[in-house]
């Protein structure tokens, strides 16, 4: 079974409904059901998403943005998402989560960031790439940059939809 992260985007009325699911339920089942045309899977992209962002001089602000983008953030209480037999991170660590006011920030450092020309820094030997981002970016079918390309601009966009809704993302590895 691969382990991929994992992006849902709720609206906290929606999180609020889980939460008190959560609560009600003899077995603490959230009823975490988000709609999958609001559900965005990253794969194993985070780590080698991050690290392209090293070699190609992204600044701190725009490169916080990316990493709380893949990572979330433990302000909002997820607890209730995270109990067995019904929790939505077996693996790896506990769900996360942004905000809605987090999100439209994230989603606009985001929106200015040239991913192309980030890409563009790396060598332009796929192989040589690969050895640099690491993370077994060897083995990435295609080479690393078009799937790199593919999940930024997936992601760019989903953060984007949820901006305009004012939604939060959860975050959790699965």
């Known amino acids: 079974m691969a382990i991929t ?24 089942d959230p009823r975490w059901d988000p709609p999958s045309a609001d559900v965005l899977d990253l794969d194993w992209a985070p780590f080698p998403l991050q690290r392209v962002c090293e070699p190609g001089g992204l600044d701190d602000i ?23 037999p019904h929790a939505i991170s077996l693996f790896g660590p506990d769900p996360t989560a942004l905000s809605a006011a987090r999100v439209a920030r994230v989603a606009e450092l985001l929106g ?10 790396l ?3 796929e192989a040589e790439a690969a050895s ?3 993370n077994g970016a060897d083995k990435i079918v295609g080479g690393p940059k078009k799937y790199l390309l593919g999940h930024f601009n997936a992601m760019r966009e989903f953060y984007r939809g949820a ?11 699965d």
């Open 123 to 125: 060598p332009t030997d």
């Open 163 to 173: 901006s305009r809704r004012r939604l939060l993302v959860v975050l959790w590895w």
């Open 132 to 134: 640099l981002i690491g």
């Open 62 to 84: 725009h490169r916080n943005a990316v990493q709380q983008a893949l990572d979330g953030d433990t302000v909002i209480d997820l607890a209730f998402l995270d109990t067995h």
């Open 112 to 121: 200015q960031t040239d991913f192309p020309a980030l890409l563009a820094a």
């Open 5 to 28: 992260r994992q992006l849902a985007r709720v609206s906290a009325e929606f999180l609020a409904s889980c939460r008190q699911s959560a609560g009600a339920s003899p077995d603490g």
